[in-house]
C-alpha cells in the first residue's frame, strides 16, 4: 500500500511539473471546431458569436463574424475539419482566441494559420492582417505582426515567430483597413507552439540578426527576398520602418531593448531581439 501511495504522488508531481510546458502557448479552439452550431452562422453580433463559439469571442465594432461549414460562400471549404470563420475589415469585426495558459513574456513562440479572399471583395488586396497578444478578451492587446492579405482564393498558410511581449492570454486578429462592406477573409486552424531555444527559433526562417548588441547598423543574414522590415520598441509600440533591406541603419534609436520583424516571400514574419549600444 505504500508503494502505491508513494507511485501515485510521483505521477502527481511529475505531472505538475510538467503541465506549464504542454500548455503554455496551445489556442484551445484556434480551428473553430468547438461550436454549437449545425449550419452556417453569418453575420453574428458579437454576443452570439461569444455563445455559440466557445473559448473565442468577437468584439469588432459591427459584429459581423462568419461561422461557416457548408460551401454557400466562395465555393469554400474548411482549410482542416469542418468549420472555419470569415471576418471583415478596418476593425468592424475583431477575434480573440483564448490560451490554454498565459504566455511569459519574452518567450519566444511560432503561429502558424491559414487564410484566404473571395474574389468578389477586391479590396481585400490592400488590406493587412495584423495579429495581437491581449490580457483581457475584448481588447487588441499588443501588435504582434502583420501580413499582406492572402493573395490566393485557396488556402494560404502563414507563419511567423515572436518573442512574447506580455503575460497575455488572447491571441488576437484583425484586418487593418476595408469595412464591413467591402472587405471579408476567411480563417481556419491557427495553432502556437513554443519555440525551445533560439536555435530552433532561428531555423524556422533562416535568419540571423548581427551584431547583437550593435551601435549604428545592424545585418540580416538569410537566403530568402527581404519584403519589409519593422522595429518595435520594447513595449511593442512601432519605432521604424527602414527600406527593405540587409542592412539596417539604427543609428537614430536610443539606447535599449527593441524588436525587429522581418517579413519575406510566403508571409513568413520573423521576430528577434536586439540592444542598440552606445559604443
Not at 519593422?230 to 509600440?237: F, H, Q, R
Request: charged share 15%.
Amino acid at each position: 500500500m505504500k508503494t502505491i501511495i508513494n507511485t501515485y504522488f510521483l505521477m502527481k508531481l511529475i505531472v505538475l511539473l510538467l503541465s506549464p510546458f504542454k500548455m503554455e502557448g496551445q489556442i484551445l479552439n484556434g480551428s473553430f471546431e468547438d461550436n454549437a452550431l449545425t449550419s452556417n452562422a453569418i453575420n453574428c453580433p458579437n454576443g452570439k458569436f461569444d455563445s455559440i463559439m466557445n473559448n473565442c469571442f468577437s468584439f469588432g465594432y459591427s459584429g459581423n463574424i462568419d461561422i461557416i461549414k457548408d460551401p454557400d460562400f466562395c465555393n469554400s471549404t474548411a482549410e482542416q475539419g469542418q468549420w472555419f470563420i470569415a471576418m471583415t475589415g478596418g476593425g468592424s469585426d475583431q477575434l480573440s482566441m483564448q490560451l490554454s495558459q498565459a504566455l511569459t513574456k519574452g518567450s519566444p513562440f511560432k503561429l502558424t494559420f491559414y487564410n484566404k479572399f473571395c474574389e468578389v471583395f477586391p479590396n481585400v488586396m490592400s488590406s493587412e492582417v495584423q495579429i495581437g497578444l491581449s490580457t483581457i478578451k475584448d481588447s487588441f492587446g499588443t501588435l504582434l505582426g502583420t501580413t499582406r492579405a492572402p493573395l490566393s482564393s485557396d488556402w494560404m498558410q502563414n507563419t511567423f515567430s515572436f518573442f512574447a511581449p506580455c503575460d497575455g492570454a488572447y491571441i488576437t486578429i484583425k484586418l487593418k483597413t476595408g469595412t464591413a462592406h467591402d472587405t471579408w477573409v476567411e480563417f481556419d486552424d491557427f495553432t502556437l507552439s513554443k519555440s525551445v531555444s533560439l536555435n530552433e527559433y532561428s531555423l524556422d526562417s533562416a535568419i540571423l540578426i548581427y551584431p547583437n548588441p550593435a551601435k549604428d547598423l545592424i545585418n540580416i543574414q538569410t537566403s530568402e527576398p527581404i519584403r519589409e522590415v519593422k522595429i518595435y520598441s520594447s513595449t511593442g509600440s512601432l519605432i521604424l520602418t527602414p527600406e527593405p533591406s540587409k542592412t539596417i541603419d539604427i543609428s537614430r534609436l536610443s539606447k535599449g531593448l527593441y524588436f525587429i520583424q522581418v517579413m519575406q516571400q510566403g508571409n513568413i514574419i520573423t521576430t528577434r531581439k536586439f540592444t542598440k549600444s552606445n559604443f
